[in-house]
């Protein structure tokens, strides 16, 4: 990818109106997603400070180079899998060459639904917080997902993340309402 400007990010606008995930089924926009001129005008919105570069990760050695912007390290066998596994990408951001921050993607395709793109995970570093690369981050992944063909992208995020939801609104993300999360532990 190319490098691209970064700013501080500018204040939250408030969210529109709530509407329901269930529109998802009935295959319209997905949860949380970024119509193209939302991502158009948060680019544009607030001063540039500096510059970055915006990679997608191809080896498991960047990523073990990024690994202290995980929850944990990179193993050599997981990122392997991730890499090779269709539909799968995490972008990488640099600043003066050095792993700044990330952010995953996963496609997820329904038979009725089209393809989508999952915000899996998104981090930036301690040091580089409050500049605009998670909203820079977040937008270059919104781009990969449209120029894939995917019909929306969404995120799930707990509801008292502040730094969070104000990243995701700065890139044009809407509320689409709270709902609950269920999870079942598999031992492989």
């Known amino acids: 990818m190319a490098t691209v ?12 109106p709530r509407s329901s995930c269930a ?3 009935r295959g319209a926009e997905a949860c949380g ?10 680019r544009s919105s607030a001063p540039i400070v ?18 202290s912007l995980f ?21 990488i951001a640099y600043v003066d060459g050095v792993p700044a921050g990330m952010v995953s993607g996963v496609e997820m395709t329904h038979p009725d639904k089209g393809t989508e793109m ?16 998670g909203r820079a981050l977040t937008l270059a992944l919104a781009e990969e997902a449209e120029a894939r063909g995917c019909y929306g992208m969404w995120v799930g995020v707990d509801t008292d993340n502040e730094a969070a939801l104000a990243t995701y609104a ?10 609950a999360m269920r999870g079942w532990p598999v031992t492989p």
Do not use: N, Q
Request: glycine share 8%; proline share 11%.
């Open 118 to 133: 999952c915000l899996y995970e998104l981090s930036v570093d301690e040091g580089y917080r409050r500049r605009g690369i």
């Open 50 to 67: 500096t510059a970055m570069d915006i990679r997608r990760a191809g080896t498991p050695a960047e990523l073990a180079a990024a690994e």
């Open 71 to 91: 929850d944990g390290p990179a193993r050599p066998d997981w990122s392997e899998r991730f890499l090779a596994a269709p539909g799968h990408l995490m972008l």
């Open 23 to 25: 529109r998802r089924a």
């Open 33 to 42: 997603s970024v119509p193209r001129e939302k991502r158009a005008a948060a």
């Open 170 to 179: 700065s890139a044009g993300a809407r509320d689409e309402g709270v709902f």
């Open 5 to 16: 400007e970064y700013a501080s990010p500018p204040v939250p606008r408030p969210s529109p």
